[in-house]
T-cell receptor, first 114, second 116 residues
Framework: AQSVTQLDSQVPVFEEAPVELRCNYS??????LFWYVQYPNQGLQLLLK??????LVKGINGFEAEFNKSQTSFHLRKPSVHISDTAEYFC????????????FGAGTRLAVHP | GAVVSQHPSWVICKSGTSVKIECRSL??????MFWYRQFPKQSLMLMAT?????????EQGVEKDKFLINHASLTLSTLTVTSAHPEDSSFYIC????????????FGPGTRLTVL
């Protein structure tokens, strides 16, 4: 069965420091991978997605992620975070396109401190 | 990008009553919509897939008679929580299959349901 694991439930970081949020997936077939951000009491906003092609994906708000098939990972990175990046981040996977059933990881709470 | 709205954004009801939540795609037609449930500090769990003009497909463990889904048009899907109880209190989020070419889902802002 397909699953998504986010290795860190919380990540505290100081403002302007780099950050990496880790995500691993398990699937024996090709998957499509996504990172979403959720601010308190709001829905999800897509940060970036990997469908095919280049393994380095750039998204909004300065975020990027790298798809690593051999390690079945899709870690999210940002070189310099801001206070406004404080939010919950979800990694998700789909077997047959991002418009179909998504499997979400448990989420990582990014807390940016001044 | 495409916009999905939900109404209401929050609702408080008494135990035993039914509550209807609407999910609308504002600027595109969505043949498929999804309903998710999210408990505090937890991830999203898919409840059901809603297809316009046909019965919804529910995930294992989700009570069909408890959570009624109706996808009456290409822009509207509704979730009705029947005979709500405090354990149904949660954050409900819908999403809509994006138009051709986007290869993603667009999420609504969510509805906070509190059952007293």
């Amino acid at each position: 069965a397909q699953s998504v694991t986010q290795l860190d439930s919380q990540v505290p970081v100081f403002e302007e420091a780099p950050v990496e949020l880790r995500c691993n997936y398990s699937s024996s077939v090709s998957v499509y991978l996504f990172w979403y951000v959720q601010y308190p009491n709001q829905g999800l906003q897509l940060l970036l997605k990997y469908l095919s092609g280049s393994t380095l994906v750039k998204g909004i708000n300065g975020f990027e992620a790298e798809f690593n098939k051999s390690q079945t990972s899709f870690h999210l990175r940002k070189p310099s975070v801001h206070i406004s990046d404080t939010a919950e981040y979800f990694c998700a996977a789909a077997l047959s396109g991002g418009y179909n059933k998504l499997i979400f990881g448990a989420g990582t709470r990014l807390a940016v401190h001044p | 990008g495409a916009v999905v709205s939900q109404h209401p954004s929050w609702v408080i009801c008494k135990s035993g009553t039914s509550v209807k939540i609407e999910c609308r795609s504002l600027d595109f037609q969505a043949t498929t919509m999804f309903w998710y449930r999210q408990f505090p500090k937890q991830s999203l769990m898919l409840m059901a897939t809603s297809n316009e003009g046909s019965k919804a497909t529910y995930e294992q463990g989700v009570e069909k008679d408890k959570f009624l889904i109706n996808h009456a048009s290409l822009t509207l899907s509704t979730l009705t929580v029947t005979s709500a109880h405090p354990e149904d209190s949660s954050f409900y989020i819908c999403s809509a299959r994006a138009p051709v070419g986007y290869n993603e889902q667009f999420f609504g802002p969510g509805t906070r349901l509190t059952v007293l």
